[in-house]
């Protein structure tokens, strides 16, 4: 099993340009999340799907959208990238049921926006 | 609302002295509570997690963290520090919202262990 991934692994923009993260997991798990990184800040929720189909905002989803493809893909788009937007970005899977309540997490994706 | 707030972003130990990272938690409800670590360049794992029971949590890698209602903490130890163990840790709290659980997460500890 491969887990999450998450393509590409590094990315550099200029402002304005688009462009979309691409995040898979094989472990069947309903949940899908969307986080971003920065310094001293932890680990902020972009956007989630807690199932196929459905999507909801997190902490700070201003600039971003995102699609539920199916079960196993979800994906996050910058329609116009700001130098604000520079950060890691981590996808992350899991299962809310009962005492299930992991997440895992992708590699990350290492965006610079100039 | 829920939140996590850990103390001291930055934690120096030698190699072989406890471990100790601090996180202290919000809930209205019986919490869910989470400890990552993340290694340089990777994504973040699982080291251990409370939902219901044994208050003393054992995770990965020799680390442990107690549950403490009373004092609304959930620290992370470690007797003995190994090089191994230098990473960031992050605490974190579920919010079970909508059929799908979000984790808020603490701004993370930066873990050193000198020689």
Redesign the interface.
């Known amino acids: 099993n491969a887990g ?1 991934t998450q393509t590409p692994k590094f990315q550099v923009l200029k402002t304005g340009q688009s462009m979309t993260l691409q995040c898979a997991q094989d472990m069947n798990h ?2 899908m ?1 969307w ?1 971003r990184q920065d310094p ?6 972009i956007y ?4 196929e189909g ?1 999507t ?1 905002k ?1 902490e700070v989803p201003n600039g971003y959208n995102v699609s539920r493809l199916n079960k196993r893909e979800f994906s996050l788009r910058l329609e116009s990238a700001a130098p604000s937007q520079t950060s890691v970005y ?1 996808c ?1 899977s ?1 299962e ?1 049921t009962g ?1 299930e ?8 994706t290492r965006l610079t926006v100039l | 609302a829920q939140s996590v707030t850990q103390l001291g ?1 930055h934690v120096s130990v030698s190699e072989g002295a406890l471990v100790l990272l601090r996180c202290n938690y919000s809930s209205s409800v019986p919490p ?1 509570l ?1 400890w ?1 670590v993340q290694y340089p ?6 080291l251990l ?1 409370y ?2 029971g044994a208050t003393l949590v054992k995770g990965i890698n020799g680390f442990e963290a107690e549950f403490k209602k009373s004092e609304t903490s959930f620290h992370l130890t470690k007797p003995s520090a190994h090089m191994s163990d230098a990473a960031e840790y ?1 605490c974190a709290v ?1 919010i ?1 919202y ?11 500890t930066e873990l050193s262990v000198k020689p």
């Open positions: 999450v309903n949940s999340y986080y001293g800040m932890g680990l902020r929720l989630y799907s807690a199932s459905t909801d997190g981590f992350a899991g809310v005492n309540n992991e997440q895992f997490f992708g590699p990350g | 972003s869910y989470f990552y360049n990777q994504g973040l794992q699982l997690k939902t219901t992050f579920r079970y909508n059929q799908g659980g979000k984790l808020i997460f603490g701004q993370g």
